[in-house]
């Protein structure tokens, strides 16, 4: 018995995968997920509908920038509310203690957390942006069969590389929020207030724009401290938007989007070892 | 040789030790702070019963989570068989069961065995089986397919106490195992520990059901405002080292003196005359054991006529 337990427990990928295995199932069987993936869905197939509308002809640009709009959207409550109740949930009910009084690490455990909700968050990207992929691309079959001219095609196509590419851009912002809901619920003592502060930071890095001209044109010291501090701090989400994208997906556009996928893993990995470091911490 | 030295050592390290173990807890305002858990120092050796008593916010539980590692000791050390509480390596030899146990909801019974199992390490070969035996010896193999969520609150103790025996581990640390468990089922965890004692394993509990207590621990220890009040063997905090109770039909009078003489010749003394407490869970189970033959064997004729 002595002899085992001395032998040190190292970082375990199995266990971490175990734990990642076992969120991601409660994710998914609970309705905010199925709920929030319906609505999105319906939402995309939806925006079909909406070509009786005269938009000034760029009816595919504006069925992707819709299909984008909802998937940045749904996605980001989507990420808030699954993490919070993946972590907080399981401090509030008290789930966590016999899971820690295995041979476990708190940094598999918020690993396992992270993998798990982010995974989540990818079955909903991909969902979002295959049903998005398909409605361009009825949309396109159907106006090319019609009898009339089709003025939705100017400019090329349907911009599915940057549909393709602009989910993947936000699948990769959802892990960067996860990783950052992750370092607010392990030290947050309700889920209220892991929520509330997770939509105040996405705001914040939405909003991200201000701070950096804060910081370039600020008037005075603090201000420019302020805002060059709040710069680096907080990830800019507005990079992550993937506008290029849809004007056409060449060479440069994708380089930019992999600086961009890279700038993010950067900011994930910084914040998920704050949140390990947090959870360490923690007395629970 | 060294295996003999090993297991040899293995016995003279006690299963779990605490010494000198403070947690004081900070009050809103972070400026005064409550003690919980003052200077304790226990020791459970191997292959015991131990039972740890007091009443609600005595520290019984935040002496369990300190073992655990789940709390930092303001003072004080935790060891698990010699390794500190707060090393999770150390967690490889215990099985734990918290106080009201709360298990995910969206997991049925099988599944949520599946998920410590894996997390235990439990090679493939061989778990299902393992888990179908767990869940039978706990009660619920009618029960495993079903959420969790729908569980009554005996049911949550029952799969608690099977997610805690699912490594097999030497040690089982079990907050108030049968709060919450009807007669029939109390007595069927009571059993079931004695079963774990049986096959070597240490066990320390914390429960309010004192008979029980009584019934299965060796020793046990009184907490009162997280100062240890009383340790030790049951006969001896209770005095009943050189006592024993004769359990015996009325005795008409004449008798009783004739006995009090006999045993006065002896040199022993009778110290009262007294009706035998009786014991009501007792005749609870003996009246649902009664129900159940009664309930049965008009099936068994109706069995036979059939054939």
């Known amino acids: ?284 | 040789m060294a295996e003999i030295d090993n297991v040899a050592a293995s016995r003279r390290q006690p299963a779990i030790e605490i010494s000198h173990l403070t947690k004081d807890y900070p009050l809103p305002g972070g400026r005064q702070r409550v003690r919980a858990v003052d200077d304790l120092t226990l020791t459970v050796a191997t292959g015991q019963i131990f039972g740890l008593l007091g009443p609600n916010g005595s520290g019984k539980s935040t002496t369990l989570k300190a073992l655990l590692g789940l709390l930092r000791p303001t003072l004080g050390e935790c060891l698990l068989a010699g390794v500190p509480g707060s090393n999770p390596a150390a967690h490889r030899a215990i099985g734990y069961l918290p106080e009201a146990p709360y298990f995910p909801r969206f997991l049925s019974g099988r599944e949520l065995l599946r998920f410590h199992a894996k997390l235990c390490g439990i090679p493939r070969t061989g778990r299902e089986e393992h888990l179908a035996e767990l869940l039978t010896r706990v009660g619920l193999a009618q029960a495993a397919d079903r959420r969790i969520g729908s569980y009554s609150k005996g049911m949550l103790q029952r799969i608690g106490l099977a997610q805690a025996l699912v490594s097999d581990p030497p040690i089982l640390i079990l907050d108030e195992p049968t709060a919450g468990v009807d007669p029939v089922g109390a007595a069927d965890i009571a059993t079931l520990i004695l079963e774990q004692k049986s096959r070597g394993k240490t066990v320390l509990l914390c429960s309010h059901l004192l008979t029980q207590i009584e019934e299965i621990c060796d020793r046990v220890a009184i907490l009162h405002r997280g100062r240890l009040l009383a340790e030790g063997a049951l006969d001896e905090l209770l005095g009943r080292c050189d006592r024993q109770a004769l359990v015996v039909d009325s005795l008409p009078a004449v008798e009783l003196t004739a006995f009090r003489e006999w045993l006065g010749e002896r040199g022993g003394t009778l110290h009262g005359v007294e009706r035998p407490p009786a014991r009501l869970d007792r005749f609870f189970l003996q009246t649902l054991e009664q129900a159940e033959r009664v309930a049965a064997a008009p099936a068994a004729v109706t069995g036979a006529d059939s054939r």
């Open chain 1, 1 to 284: 018995m002595n002899e085992a337990q001395s032998v040190p427990l190292r970082f375990s990928c199995r266990r971490v995968g175990v734990l990642a295995g076992h969120a991601f199932l409660e994710a998914v069987r609970q309705r905010v997920f199925q709920f929030t993936t319906l609505l999105t869905a319906v939402l995309v197939v939806g925006s079909l509908g909406l070509r009786e509308l005269d938009f000034g002809g760029a009816e595919l640009k504006f069925i992707a920038d819709f299909g984008q709009g909802a998937l940045v959207l749904f996605g980001s409550v989507l990420t808030i509310v699954t993490t919070v109740q993946l972590l907080g949930g399981e401090l509030e009910n008290r789930t966590v203690l016999p899971v820690l009084a295995r041979p476990v690490r708190r940094s598999e455990f918020i690993c396992g957390k992270f993998l798990g909700a982010w995974a989540v968050v990818l079955v909903f990207c991909a969902v979002v942006t295959a049903l998005l992929l398909a409605a361009l691309w009825v949309r396109e079959l159907s106006v090319l069969a019609g009898p009339t001219e089709a003025p939705v095609l100017h400019g090329g196509g349907a911009p599915y590389v940057g549909v393709l590419v602009g989910g993947a851009l936000q699948a990769v912002k959802f892990g960067l929020l996860t990783a950052m809901v992750l370092l607010v619920g392990s030290y947050a003592q309700s889920n209220l207030f892991a929520q509330s502060a997770s939509f105040l930071l996405l705001a914040i890095c939405h909003l991200q724009y201000l701070a950096r001209d804060a910081w370039q044109t600020g008037h005075g010291w603090l201000e420019r401290l302020g805002g060059g501090l709040i710069g680096l701090v907080f990830p800019n989400f507005q990079l992550f938007g993937g506008e290029y994208l849809m004007a056409g997906a060449d060479g440069a556009t994708l380089a930019l989007a992999g600086r961009v996928a890279a700038y993010g893993a950067v900011y994930t990995a910084a914040f998920l070892a704050l949140a390990v470091w947090s959870f360490r911490q923690r007395e629970i």
